[in-house]
């Protein structure tokens, strides 16, 4: 049976202020990707979401980000490939000391936001990231964009990787997202999120604004925990994909 995985973040509230349906999405997802401080979480949340993602044996993996609280690890910074290689290991450090005292491990490794994006086209930042993740653990899995520097990155350091696609945004016709400064790059229709992932996951191609087919390989696929209809796809999609007789496990998983 041919397998996706489905992936969301999380973990992303800080202190009193409180984001996303995380234990209602964990019921759904296959793996977490949990917020490591820098963009979004802090040390209590941390603990709390491996937990909970342990208890619904979800796969756990460190949500990398720069260091952006304000700006939710949305905006770009002007950083060093050295400065991204400490960055990574300390925050995957962080989150694997949570996994560790809860009995659990790390599975996977996920940049975010505009790391995740300049990763993805710049070759020395994407090398940082995995040869950070490589030195840490090399049984990891790097998650990144599907055909982007990160992947290719991954690879050339012996890292098992998992090519990522995204139901809940729209792609350009070279296989990129569509930025989200522009309008519409965020898909708000449950029914055409639905659609496109599992067009992505059975057939792997999807739509791009443009009209334009482009042929898309897959291994995981990401939900954004802090949308405001997450559970509402994420529930919808799973059953979809269930449909098509995909199988819904974490990379690696047995």
């Not at 995957?92 to 005292?101: C, E, K, N, P, V």
Request: glycine residues 10%.
């Amino acid at each position: 049976m041919k397998r996706i995985d489905l992936n969301c973040d999380l973990g992303e509230s800080f202190g009193a202020w409180q984001m996303g349906a995380d234990e209602a999405l964990l019921a759904l997802v296959s793996s977490a990707n949990i917020a490591c401080g820098f963009h979004a979480g802090d040390p209590a949340i941390m603990q709390h979401t491996v937990a909970l993602a342990t208890t619904h044996g979800v796969a756990i993996g460190a949500h990398l980000s720069l260091p952006d609280l304000q700006g939710f690890g949305r905006r770009e910074m002007r950083v060093s490939a050295d400065e991204v290689y400490a960055m990574t290991l300390y925050q995957i450090g962080a989150l694997h000391a949570f996994a560790r005292a809860a009995g659990t491990r790390l599975a996977h490794v996920k940049p975010h936001g505009a790391l995740y994006n300049m990763a993805a086209h710049d070759r020395a930042l994407a090398e940082a990231i995995a040869g950070a993740v490589y030195a840490f653990d090399p049984q990891l899995w790097l998650f990144g964009l599907a055909g982007s520097a990160l992947i290719d990155a991954g690879k050339a350091c012996g890292l098992p990787v998992a090519a990522e696609a995204f139901a809940d945004r729209h792609y350009l016709s070279d296989g990129s997202l569509q930025p989200r400064s522009e309008p519409g790059a965020v898909i708000d229709d449950t029914d055409l999120a639905t659609a496109q992932a599992v067009g992505i996951a059975r057939d792997g191609t999807v739509q791009a604004v443009n009209g334009q087919a482009v042929a898309l390989h897959a291994d995981t696929l990401c939900l954004h925990g802090d949308g405001a209809h997450a559970v509402a796809v994420a529930r919808q999609l799973r059953a979809a994909l269930e449909a098509a007789k995909l199988r819904i496990a974490a990379p690696g998983a047995a």
